[in-house]
């Protein structure tokens, strides 16, 4: 077995020994590779955490479409007034409609039907 693994570590050597060659053979300011981050420099810094937030900040962005998608369209608060008066009722209606239910007086209601007429 032993004698298996030396024979299969020295013909994989011609296969590797030109990878090797060529990754010793780089230029730049530092013999033993392309620089500090790959040749970005210091730039590297400022472009690192923006290509982990922009991606970050798509896929949060698509979530809350998606969600907003889903959730239909917005109601509004649930303790929104109705309005006052549905359209079609008259200010006389609306004056029968409180003379009905006591609200006023009949002095009252005569005087303020006067004034509506």
């Known amino acids: 077995m032993r004698f298996f693994l030396s024979r299969a570590v020295v013909g994989a050597m011609p296969a590797l020994l030109p990878a090797a060659a060529a990754a010793q053979n780089v230029p730049g300011p530092y013999p033993y590779g392309p620089g500090m981050m790959w040749g970005w420099g210091w730039s590297g810094l400022i472009l690192g955490p923006l290509f982990m937030i922009v991606p970050l900040a798509i896929i949060i962005a698509v979530i809350v479409l998606l969600v907003r998608w889903l959730g239909g369209p917005w ?43």
């Open 75 to 117: 109601q509004g608060p649930a303790h929104h007034c109705p309005p006052a008066a549905p359209p079609g009722r008259s200010a006389l209606d609306i004056l029968n409609e409180r003379f009905a239910r006591g609200e006023i007086d009949q002095a009252e209601y005569e005087a303020k039907r006067r004034l509506i007429s």
